[in-house]
């Protein structure tokens, strides 16, 4: 029997790695590829609480987040691709049209 | 036996998101987030989630990933890997990161969690993970099911939409 504080305890080491990797990287693909494994890290702690209650709302929720994480997905690339299209950006620190 | 295999997992998908958030190259990178999602999908089967660990392996490795790398060869990323890769920022990125590793670790160390219960089912039985979910998914969560629907279909739309687009200076 795994204890409930080792999920959690994944998870919340995956949400740290994945956090740091938006904050730190340069490269826009890299933080939206972080930013799905803070979403997984998410996962891991619903399913383990689902395991603890014996209940399936927490997997429920962990499906619901798969769908959420693919819109993200499509629509993050898609702006990606226009920015990389149009500007030549890849680096989020050139993205500064906003900024004065 | 369990819990030897839940620290096999949890090794590995530690040590493949580190290697996914250090590498310069984005394929390398994306290709390590599938290793790392495939030890999660194991991880699942181990939680007796035996539907999301599917889904985790068709959708997330199978979907998800092969259209960053589609997307990652539409683009020119072929310059970046010489660039510098990380942020100006990056040191005080890295003491807010701790500071919230600080935080996660008071709120989960504060305790009160419930006593384990058991599934009323075991793998390979018939009423099992996959009809139980079905279950729920369509009776008491049909509304968000549906929300769900309509948020893909969204944006799928958006996505379109937007990488079709030329911006017009």
């Known amino acids: ?100 | 036996m369990e819990l030897l295999f839940f620290y096999i997992f949890a090794a590995g998908i530690v040590g493949a998101s580190l290697l996914m958030v250090t590498r310069a190259n984005v394929i390398h990178a994306a290709l390590s987030l599938v290793l790392a999602f495939l030890f999660m999908a194991g991880l699942f089967v181990l939680a007796g989630a035996e539907f999301l660990a599917g889904v985790q392996i068709l959708v997330y490795a199978g979907g998800i990933m092969v259209l960053y790398l589609f997307s990652i060869m539409l683009m020119n990323v072929g310059v970046s890997i010489r660039l510098r890769q990380w942020h100006r920022q990056s040191v005080l990125a890295l003491a807010a990161a701790l500071l919230l590793a600080a935080e996660i670790w008071m709120v989960l160390g504060r305790g009160g969690y419930p006593e384990a219960r058991r599934w009323p089912w075991k793998l390979g039985e018939t009423p099992g993970n996959v009809e139980a979910l079905g279950q729920v998914l369509y009776t008491k969560f049909l509304f968000p099911f549906e929300v769900a629907s309509m948020l893909l279909l969204a944006a799928m739309i958006g996505a379109i939409v937007l990488a079709k687009r030329r911006i017009t200076r």
């Open chain 1, 1 to 100: 029997m795994i204890p409930l504080t080792h999920f959690l305890a994944l998870g919340a080491i995956l949400f740290l790695i994945g956090a740091a990797g938006v904050l730190m990287r340069r490269n826009a693909i890299m933080i939206l590829l972080s930013i799905e494994l803070m979403l997984n890290s998410v996962n891991v702690t619903f399913v383990g609480f689902a395991r603890q209650w014996a209940d399936l709302t927490g997997q429920v929720f962990a499906i619901f987040i798969i769908a959420v994480a693919a819109c993200e997905a499509a629509v993050g690339l898609a702006i990606l691709i226009s920015l990389n299209r149009d500007r030549q950006m890849v680096n989020v620190d050139e993205i500064n049209l906003l900024k004065w």
